[in-house]
């Protein structure tokens, strides 16, 4: 599949990646998952170098699988709507379990920017991602400056 990316100059590549800011959330259409389906996503970090925004997802409902281990539970953080107005359900979670790192090529075509959240969630967000064992401490350290 030919990317957009490939048929746009680096320079507007660079002036989108721009407008990212770390705490900004962002919807785009993910073909990753099963079934393929619409993400909101908290970005956490943009490289610029690689072309890559690293963050964490937002789901709206725990998996069943998260609920069997208590440690990978305690790694979501439930938010409300009257939080975060551009998500689409009442409450919603954010997986601090693992940090992802997108490729800007694979969303470019199907993102959609939406507010930054408060620097108190942001925060909470660090503070949780500490505690994940999945998680490099070399990959905290990065975030840990980000508060």
Excluded: W
């Excluded at 100059?9 to 989108?16: M, N, S, T, V």
């Amino acid at each position: 599949m030919n990317s957009l990316l490939s048929k746009f100059p680096e320079i507007h590549i660079k002036e989108f990646l721009a407008r990212l800011k770390s705490g900004t959330i962002i919807r785009f259409f993910s073909q990753k998952t099963k079934p393929p389906k619409y993400k909101f996503f908290i970005v956490l970090e943009i490289q610029n170098e690689n072309n890559t925004i690293c963050g964490v997802y937002i789901n709206s409902e725990i998996n069943n699988f998260m609920t069997k281990n208590p440690h990978i539970l305690n790694l979501q953080i439930a938010i409300k709507k009257e939080e975060c107005v551009s998500l689409t359900k009442d409450i919603s979670y954010i997986d601090c379990a693992q940090i992802k790192e997108i490729k800007y090529q694979d969303i470019y075509e199907n993102i959609t920017i939406f507010e930054i959240i408060s620097e108190n969630l942001k925060r909470t967000i660090v503070s949780t991602i500490e505690q994940s064992t999945f998680i490099s401490n070399k990959n905290k350290e990065k975030f840990r400056n980000l508060i």
